[in-house]
């Protein structure tokens, strides 16, 4: 007997999936035109903008910003950097790697602890648990990286957000699989 998932499944899945395809989007620009300044800066503002907007819509989904503190806190963190992200291209990439270091550090525990939350819910979240912990060592990394001798360029940033996309990917496959056994139980 196969039952329909319910509603906040489907939408948790497709939001996933639309996460990692925005993110395998964003990658595959940044390689391609890694060389046209004005582009490059589109991209680096864009990046955080969008994760600001996808946790803005993904809460208000699943209850709204009170019921969910961490993806609130998300939205916030991402909006500041969007605009830290602005101020610091006009100084420098090593300035523009800093800040996505402390974002992916904040994102990345924010992430995290949704991913926690979540699974009380929809199970299937140990991708995001695993990209969040990723995203917060990937930050100091790219800390790391901002006080080096070598001058960053946006592909410093590229495995960041290509390994976001797979978690995302793979966070959405695993709950169609999830989905799939419990249909065959």
């Avoid at 595959?28 to 046209?36: E, P, S």
């Avoid at 402390?102 to 929809?122: D, E, P």
């Avoid at 199970?123 to 990209?131: E, N, T, V």
Wanted: aromatic fraction near 14%; charged fraction near 5%; charge should be positive.
């Amino acid at each position: 007997m196969q039952t329909q998932p319910s509603t906040p499944s489907n939408w948790l899945r497709n939001y996933y999936f639309t996460r990692a395809i925005f993110s395998v989007a964003w990658v595959t620009a940044a390689i391609l035109f890694n060389a046209q300044s004005s582009f490059v800066v589109l991209l680096l503002v864009i990046y955080p903008a969008w994760d600001a907007l996808a946790n803005l819509v993904d809460a208000r989904v699943n209850g709204g910003l009170k019921a969910n503190p961490s993806q609130g806190f998300n939205v916030v963190v991402s909006t500041i950097t969007t605009i830290a992200v602005i101020i610091a291209v006009s100084n420098s990439m090593y300035a523009v790697l800093a800040v996505f270091g402390v974002w992916a550090i904040f994102s990345g525990l924010l992430q995290l602890n949704t991913g926690l939350k979540r699974w009380r819910s929809y199970g299937a979240q140990w991708p995001m648990i695993l990209s969040g912990a990723q995203s917060a060592l990937a930050g100091g990394f790219m800390i790391s990286q901002s006080i080096g001798t070598v001058v960053p360029t946006i592909l410093e940033i590229v495995p960041y957000a290509a390994f976001g996309a797979f978690y995302f990917l793979l966070a959405a496959i695993w709950l169609v699989v999830t989905v799939y056994r419990k249909a065959e139980a």
